[in-house]
């Protein structure tokens, strides 16, 4: 069990391109194990993180009583689960800030916890700090090579080739006891683990740490972009960590395209990169070459009379795929760069959070929207709170869904709807991680789950209840009518208004075209009659609920968005467009950006829809 339990390092950090099938099918064969035996792999894995953090301060009061070191893995679960209540943040906050302060002892792990994560703070406005440990880097660099050995029998990749990578870490700090704190993504690309990832596949990012680190997200996609331009003919693949980045790059190439080109003529580099280490780092990588410049240019010519349809493959001819975070939030972006992809796979990667990592992408041939993920048994000990959609109607302090008590993932059923439960190696125990995921069927003895939503992230104002996923399926509805006057949305957000009686929902869009009035009024009836929440419908036919509100924003707002976002610390490669939002520095940037507002006569065709 333990070898079951453990994939040797150095065989899971290996090659797994087409150059060298073997180790890829190691780790393969590894998990094809660990999956047939999820549920005692689970038991397992529980028993190592209660028996490694035996006696932390958080179990105490629980477990202080019991040696649950002489106990067997089975009776130490049914020990765990019945005694140790259910947790989220707030119940580590205090430890978590008593280790920032300084606090050294065991207080959530025995092992020393000596930096910290910051959570995106996407979802409530509040970035939370999350232990972070070498395991943490250790569970990213496995579900890396696990998922490259997948890929590589849809898309094997040359060994030595490049990857074209949009990262981003932000700027480390030491808290008053001088732990580091930083955004995972940053705390992985500064570890050991990512330097084993390029050494042991051959395939290396386009630049250096100096840009990645380099603080500045303007800064550092140019330079991205440019060194991946230098390298275009090695380019095997092209990723970021959400597909938002990798949009948010493309449509930066489309403004600076001629200096780049001219900075790969010269072998110079453009005066907006400002950072002396980023600009010393690209300068000893370029040098002039005046032949690939003029094929770039005459490629962007070519490109910009068609609107950038397909810049990918004709800039970089060799790469096989797009590999990113599609899924979720992120779907709203698909559009925009298949428009840019014309065609080029593209590649959902796995599904976790700051918290832990949780499952993989096992068919990378499939399209985002019909993506599953299929957990890892061995990055936590994951538990499952059944979810029961109210009866119409009926209605909820917290959401629209009725819960049961957790239950192990031997138990899970196909087809029904769970809340996420983590008790993790790095000192969480019983968290709820907020995550509603659908089972949809097995790997093995493994399931197979479907991202439904946040259960946090719900727009409601009287009995009604309507979800990220209910809201984008309402956008999808209004956007095609934009699409048919040749018009685009760029990015969409929401807000449920409760200041004035009687409440009401506000959509904000920014949309790139021109729009006649009467096509934005019909979008703006569109989603409000797409709302199928019977809670909504009742309530706007008895105009408990006013008018749904559609409002346009001016070009660049969602921009501004990240900016503000970024300004307070966070990375571009944790950045998610809050679906529904109520941060007070969000809904200012949104209201002071309004250009025109559209109110839906769905329900009446008595009321003006102009405003």
Not at 499 to 508: A, E, R
Request: net charge negative; glycine share 6%.
């Amino acid at each position: 069990m333990e070898q079951i339990l453990s994939h040797n390092n150095s065989s899971s950090s290996s090659s797994n391109n087409g150059n060298n099938d073997h180790s890829g099918n190691d780790i393969i064969n590894w998990f094809e194990d660990v999956s047939k035996n999820a549920g005692s792999v689970q038991t397992q894995m529980l028993s190592r993180i209660m028996k490694q953090n035996f006696g932390v301060e958080y179990l105490k009061k629980w477990l202080g009583d019991y040696n649950i070191q002489e106990m067997d893995a089975c009776a130490l679960e049914s020990l765990f689960t019945s005694v140790v209540p259910l947790s989220t943040h707030a119940d580590f906050e205090p430890f978590i800030q008593r280790l920032a302060d300084g606090d050294t002892s065991p207080l959530l792990t025995q092992q020393p916890i000596t930096t910290l994560s910051l959570s995106s703070g996407t979802t409530d406005g509040r970035q939370k700090f999350l232990p972070f440990t070498r395991h943490s880097a250790q569970t990213t660099l496995q579900i890396f090579t696990l998922s490259a050995a997948y890929i590589s029998r849809v898309y094997p990749i040359r060994e030595g080739g490049r990857i074209l990578e949009f990262i981003y870490g932000s700027n480390r700090y030491k808290t008053k006891g001088g732990l580091t704190v930083g955004t995972a993504t940053t705390h992985y690309y500064t570890s050991e683990e990512f330097k084993i990832k390029q050494e042991k596949t051959k395939t290396f990012t386009c630049s250096p740490d100096e840009v990645i680190s380099g603080g500045d997200y303007n800064q550092t996609t140019y330079c991205h972009l440019l060194l991946g331009l230098f390298f275009s003919e090695q380019v095997e693949f092209i990723t970021s960590a959400f597909v938002y980045s990798m949009v948010q790059a493309f449509h930066s190439f489309e403004e600076v395209w001629r200096e780049i080109c001219s900075d790969i003529r010269d072998g110079t580099l453009s005066s907006r990169i400002k950072s002396p280490k980023m600009r010393s780092a690209v300068l000893d990588i370029i040098s002039p070459n005046s032949h690939l410049a003029s094929k770039l240019e005459a490629a962007c010519y070519e490109l910009e009379v068609v609107d950038w349809f397909g810049l990918i493959p004709k800039l970089w001819p060799n790469a096989k795929y797009l590999y990113s975070i599609m899924t979720g939030s992120m779907q709203p972006y698909l559009d925009k760069v298949r428009h840019y992809a014309n065609g080029l796979p593209l590649v959902s990667a796995g599904y976790g959070s700051t918290e832990s990592w949780i499952g993989l992408n096992l068919d990378p041939s499939l399209p985002p929207e019909k993506v599953t993920f299929t957990v890892v048994p061995t990055f936590s000990y994951f538990e499952f709170i059944p979810l029961y959609r109210h009866q119409q109607g009926c209605t909820s302090d917290a959401d629209d869904f009725l819960e049961e008590k957790p239950i192990p993932l031997s138990q899970i059923k196909v087809g029904q709807d769970y809340e996420l439960v983590l008790t993790t190696f790095t000192g969480l125990y019983r968290y709820r991680l907020g995550d509603v995921v659908e089972v949809t069927g097995f790997h093995n003895g493994t399931p197979k789950l479907n991202f439904v939503c946040r259960r946090k992230l719900i727009l409601t104002v009287n009995i009604d209840k309507n979800t990220e996923r209910d809201l984008q399926l309402v956008v999808e509805k209004g956007s095609k009518l934009l699409r048919k006057a040749k018009a685009e949305l760029v990015d969409f957000t929401s807000y449920a208004d409760i200041s004035i009686q009687p409440g009401h929902y506000v959509i904000y869009w920014e949309i790139k075209g021109e729009v006649e009035d009467k096509v934005l009024d019909a979008c703006c009836n569109e989603m409000d009659i797409s709302f199928a929440d019977h809670g909504y419908v009742v309530s706007r036919k008895t105009n408990s609920i006013g008018p749904l509100q559609l409002c346009i924003v001016e070009k660049g707002t969602f921009k501004k968005i990240l900016d503000n976002f970024i300004a307070n610390g966070a990375a571009l490669s944790q950045f998610k467009t809050p679906r529904c939002t109520n941060n007070h520095h969000i809904l200012t940037i949104l209201n002071t950006c309004i250009v025109k507002k559209f109110l839906s006569t769905a329900y009446s065709s008595n009321q003006p829809s102009n405003i």
